[in-house]
Antibody, heavy 118, light 105 residues
């Protein structure tokens, strides 16, 4: 079964850090672009970052540049999002997804919740 | 930066009715770069349409996408109970529109 499973979310104080992980199975991980998308409570979807198959191209949302870092380990079939200097406005469900079609994401994880609060 | 405008914000319809959802980019975009997603409460988004008009596998025939340039449309020909959800368009694997909620009238 083609699957993505996120982990690493939790409650963190403002200014703290987290590393989110996304474990893939059921497909050739290293062949695909991947993405992180977040959704604040009661809000819409917000694209955060993409990464190409070999990790050399990593477009990032302007408002998180310098704080968020996307990476992947194709040998471990895993995608990561390092998030630093967390702010209350980073509170959201964070989803990872696979780009199975040009400019579209066909496989999504269930999401991991990040809550930034003191 | 391309901004996506979706309208209406909320569409109140009855099962069996036709739903027409609009997505308007702030500048001309390639049709190959426009996707539509459905999100039900408490669930992850689900890809419906890619390349403006191509259906993802397993998507029912009642869903169709059309348009070009700065005017794209998602049409649901006859609403089923499971179609009442929020729909988002996305450009080039990046920016999302704010969404259209389709709720039961």
């Amino acid at each position: 079964e083609v699957q993505l499973v996120e982990s690493g979310g939790g409650l963190v104080q403002p200014g703290g850090s987290l590393q989110l992980s996304c474990a893939a199975s059921g497909f050739t991980f290293g062949d695909f672009w991947l993405t992180w998308v977040r959704q604040a409570p009661g809000k819409g979807l917000e694209w955060v970052a993409n990464i190409n198959p070999d990790g050399s191209n990593r477009p990032l949302l302007d408002s998180v540049r310098g704080r968020f870092f996307i990476s992947r380990d194709n040998a471990k079939n895993s995608l990561y999002l390092q998030i630093n200097s967390l702010r209350a406005e980073d509170t959201a469900v964070y989803y990872c997804a696979r780009s199975g079609y040009p400019s579209a994401f066909d496989i999504w994880g269930q999401g991991t919740v990040v809550t930034v609060s003191s | 930066e391309i901004v996506l405008t979706q309208s209406p914000g909320t569409l109140s319809l009855s099962p069996g009715e036709r739903a027409t959802l609009s997505c308007r980019p702030s500048q001309t975009v390639s049709s190959s770069s426009l996707a539509w997603y459905q999100q039900r409460p408490g669930q992850a988004p689900r890809l419906l349409i890619y390349g403006a008009s191509s259906k993802a596998p397993g998507i029912p025939d009642r869903f169709s996408g059309s348009g070009s340039g700065t005017d794209f449309t998602l049409t649901i020909s006859r609403l089923e109970p499971e179609d009442f959800a929020v729909y988002f368009c996305q450009h080039d694997g990046g920016t999302f529109g704010p969404g259209t909620k389709v709720d039961i009238k």
